[in-house]
């Protein structure tokens, strides 16, 4: 992919454009390169490869020649750019680095750009399954697809979150923190299980939360939220329909230091009531 030419006025639709080429960019690299020089960064299960730095890379050169004036925070890399911009750009280049090691095709690119007010567009795409979400604030969640040259189709399909009002026969995503369970997570499942719903810990927190926003799970508990990781995926789930709390069980499509709860708006009230009883009344 080549760099895209600076817009003499920038729009969100410009944004929105670059996140769009870099996610199909990504999308390709990750599809048909295989995993090499994997290294560790803080400790033994957390991975890092050649190619989560090279897209970054890519990404972050894109933005800052797009957008000058823009900052940027990656993954692997950590901020550059202008201190104080108005528009901060958030990359995890392989979301779910630990699958995409180890063979499983379960990850994906994320990109969320954000102004003053909190999160303004996001790209969540996954490569092997060549779907790309997209979402801008109060401008709706769609999906589309890439082709077998990993082009953007035209054709883009309106998110909705899951309509039903059981969580009988549902799935309902989460991760681990890291590569542990988060607290109150056991006793989280059990609740759960308790209303035959069935969990399911895929891998990436950015695709196990549209996951949600598409309706496909119910609804999707992450145990710790962070904004490069999470924000692109919060973002569309949100713009879709489904609702987007924080561990105390406020609406907020970006918590800090909190967990973040996806659910159909339905089900929410039985979803909250889980984790209430997970983590045992001390958060929510």
């Keep these: 992919m080549n760099h895209p030419s600076r817009p003499q006025h920038p729009s969100v ?4 454009r670059l996140a769009a080429g870099l996610g199909a960019w990504a999308a390709e690299r990750i599809f048909h390169t295989p995993a090499t020089s994997v290294e560790t960064k803080r400790h033994g299960a957390d991975l890092v490869t050649r190619l989560d730095r090279q897209i970054e890379r ?13 900052r940027f925070c990656g993954e692997e890399d950590g901020d550059s750019g202008p201190v104080g911009a108005r528009h901060t750009w ?5 979301d ?14 994320s990109l969320c750009c954000w102004d003053e007010n909190g999160p303004l567009l996001g790209v969540v795409v996954d490569p092997f399954r060549r779907e790309i979400f ?20 035209s054709l883009r399909r309106p998110l909705a ?5 059981t969580l009988a026969g549902t799935v309902v995503t989460m991760e681990w923190l890291a590569h542990l369970p988060w607290p109150g997570m056991s006793d989280t499942v059990t609740a759960l299980a308790a209303q035959q719903c069935t969990v399911r810990i895929m891998g990436s927190s950015a695709l196990s939360m549209v ?24 973002l569309i789930a949100a713009e879709a329909g489904a609702l987007v709390y924080d561990a105390r069980g406020r609406l907020n499509v970006h918590p800090q230091d ?10 929410a009230p039985m979803l909250l009531e889980a984790w209430r009883v997970g983590i045992n009344h001390q958060v929510i």
């Design 13 to 16: 639709g410009d944004m929105e």
């Design 58 to 70: 890519h990404v972050r050169t894109a933005v800052a020649t797009t957008f000058p004036d823009h």
């Design 90 to 94: 958030y990359c995890d280049p392989i």
């Design 96 to 109: 779910g680095t630990t699958n995409y090691a180890n063979g499983l095709a379960w990850c994906s690119f």
């Design 134 to 153: 997209l979402a801008r604030r109060a401008g709706g969640a769609y999906l589309a697809h890439l082709d077998q040259q990993f082009r953007i189709g």
């Design 161 to 165: 979150p899951h309509r039903g009002v």
């Design 211 to 234: 996951q949600a926003a598409a309706g496909r799970a119910a609804g999707c508990i992450i145990g710790a939220y962070d904004p490069i990781d999470d924000s692109a995926a919060a």
């Design 258 to 267: 909190s967990g973040i709860l996806i659910a159909g708006p339905s089900v």
